[in-house]
């Protein structure tokens, strides 16, 4: 595969460690090359939370993503603060529940999308970041559907097993 | 083949020690190094083994001097600023020739710093972590199946030469997660006959001490323990080469920031230019003899570490003038870029060919 660089920035408690988990592990069980790395500061507490999750075939550098090749954006700040460090061909997602800028890559394609009115209309509340996941994987089918099921089954922690269901409704819901 | 899990590097080591027999972790929480804390709370208790939060630093390596005598395999973790608070304690483990694991994730320095991924301990893990004549075994993993690997295997070593062994990580290995096999647990581990475990009128008492009253005793329990530190040099050396059989340039890097020069190296390659990354592994013992064999070879080093300039230090003790040893860092928490290293390897390439 062609290497895949994503960077899933918003705020904290939108799920995007998460979502960025649910995409490394679908890379796992590919058997690709695999990195995940949160930001850790005091972002974490309220403010702009992202992380970086690489897939490559092969050995990973820095798993810090500097030029992105798909952004996750869920909120203006994160979106102003990556929208330009995204490569030329690369592909923008944005919640346009929350991000009001107004895109001006050309050079990108770029998806927008209600994840967050959109799960809450669907009583999927919370699970905007599967949404855009969902989305993600339409776009660039960067895995199979069996993959992401998957992934999704490892990732959701046992005690809340009860919630994989929510979450597969979430990411069929992106990739309408 | 066990199967592959996403993990944490901070978790990974946990698990891993877990595995190799450590039934003792003490410690102190601090960022970017609580995942290995909290993670070892949750286990430990599952595995009869004792997770204790102690009050402070000081107290936690305490702990593990006390649970070391008695022959336990023991561990404690922390972050820079919190390693210099156990330096008295590892100085004290030794002095009485205890084995046991530290691990460092590094963060920003000096003083509080920043909690960002750093590497500026290298100089306080390889020459002094604390007062006294004494060295450790220092491990640098540069994946988090390394971390599981080495902190795996340290306590064989840290029993074998009955010396405390640090796996120094940073911020970014100890955060970032990546797939892992785990080792099998391990069912055997060594003989302790040394162990402050009561004798029971059955055998002559084992102390475990690092006072001396008489210099000339001390002086030759150091003399003893630096005969133990040449076989250490001679055995236990660890480093990986890439590219390096027909290299110009070799960059040295360490830890999270191999994983950065590994990537400008490659992209050096594909623009022509000779480079190679030469990775040490154990940091203490150096990995001399290998560095050693490119001299000659190559034209020109380049040391790349997230500090202001330490393990240069090593290299250019290695490359003895041989060739320029040139730097390249960022330092506070701040992660040199692969565009970044490249633009140095381009332009030391530059002056070879003046």
Same mark, same amino acid.
Not at chain 2, 306 to 310: F, T, V
């Given at each position: 595969m062609e290497e895949m660089r994503v960077v899933f920035a918003g705020f904290g408690g939108q799920g995007l460690l998460f979502a960025g988990k649910v995409v490394a592990y679908a890379g796992l069980l590919d058997d690709h090359e695999v990195s995940w790395l949160p930001s850790y500061g005091p972002e974490m507490r309220g403010g702009t939370a992202n992380c970086s999750v690489t897939l490559s075939d092969e050995p990973i550098g820095s798993p810090l993503i500097m030029n992105p090749n798909v952004l996750i954006a869920m909120n203006n700040p994160s979106f102003i603060k990556f929208e330009n460090e995204v490569t030329p061909g690369g592909k923008i997602f944005i919640d346009t529940s929350l991000v009001n800028k107004k895109p001006e890559r050309e050079d990108c394609e770029v998806f927008e999308l209600e994840a967050t009115n959109m799960a809450e209309e669907a009583g999927l509340k919370g699970l905007a970041n599967i949404v855009l996941v969902g989305k993600m994987l339409k776009e660039t089918g960067f895995c199979s559907y069996e993959t992401i099921e998957a992934a999704i089954r490892k990732t959701v922690p046992a005690r809340k097993a009860a919630l994989i269901d929510k979450n597969l409704e979430a990411l069929k819901l992106g990739m309408q | 083949m066990a199967e592959k899990v996403l993990m944490k590097g901070n978790e990974a080591i946990a698990e891993s020690a877990i595995r190799a027999g450590c039934r003792f972790f003490f410690g102190y929480p601090i960022t970017p190094q609580t995942e290995l804390a909290a993670y070892m709370a949750k286990r430990m208790p599952k595995e009869g083994g004792t997770y204790l939060q102690a009050e402070s630093e000081v107290a936690a390596i305490n702990m593990v001097y006390g649970a070391s005598a008695a022959g336990a395999r023991v561990m404690t973790s922390s972050s820079s600023p919190g390693v210099s608070l156990k330096s008295e304690g590892v100085s004290y483990i030794a002095g009485a020739d205890l084995p046991c694991l530290i691990i460092n994730i590094e963060r920003g320095g000096? !003083?509080? !710093?920043?909690i960002q991924p750093s590497q500026s301990d290298y100089w306080q893990a390889t020459r002094a972590l604390g007062h006294g004549d004494f060295q450790m075994v220092v491990y640098a993993p540069s994946t988090v199946q390394e971390m599981a690997d080495l902190a795996y295997g340290a306590f064989d070593i840290a029993d074998k030469y009955r010396t405390p062994v640090m796996i120094l990580g940073d911020g970014m290995l100890g955060q970032m997660m990546e797939p892992v096999e785990l080792p099998e647990p391990r069912t055997e581990l060594p003989e302790k006959p040394w162990a402050t475990t009561g004798h029971g009128n059955k055998r002559e008492k084992n102390i475990a001490n690092s006072l001396y009253l008489v210099a000339e005793e001390l002086e030759k329990t150091n003399f003893e323990r630096f005969e133990r530190y040449e076989v250490i040099k001679a055995n236990e050396q660890m480093s990986e080469e890439v590219d390096c059989e027909d290299a110009d340039i070799i960059v040295v890097a360490f830890g999270a920031s191999s994983r950065i020069a590994r990537s400008a190296v490659r992209a050096a390659r594909e623009e022509g230019i000779k480079a190679g990354l030469f990775r040490p592994i154990t940091l203490w013992p150096f990995p001399t003899d290998a560095l050693k064999a490119t001299v000659g070879k190559a034209k020109a080093y380049l040391s790349v570490e @997230?500090? @202001? !300039?330490?393990m240069v230090d090593d290299v250019r003790l290695v490359v003895e003038g041989a060739a320029p040893v040139d730097f390249y860092g960022r330092t506070g928490g701040v992660i040199p870029t692969p565009a970044e290293v490249l633009d140095k390897i381009r332009q030391i390439n530059e002056g070879l060919g003046e």
């Open positions: - | 000096p !003083g509080l !710093g920043s @997230m500090n @202001m !300039g330490q």
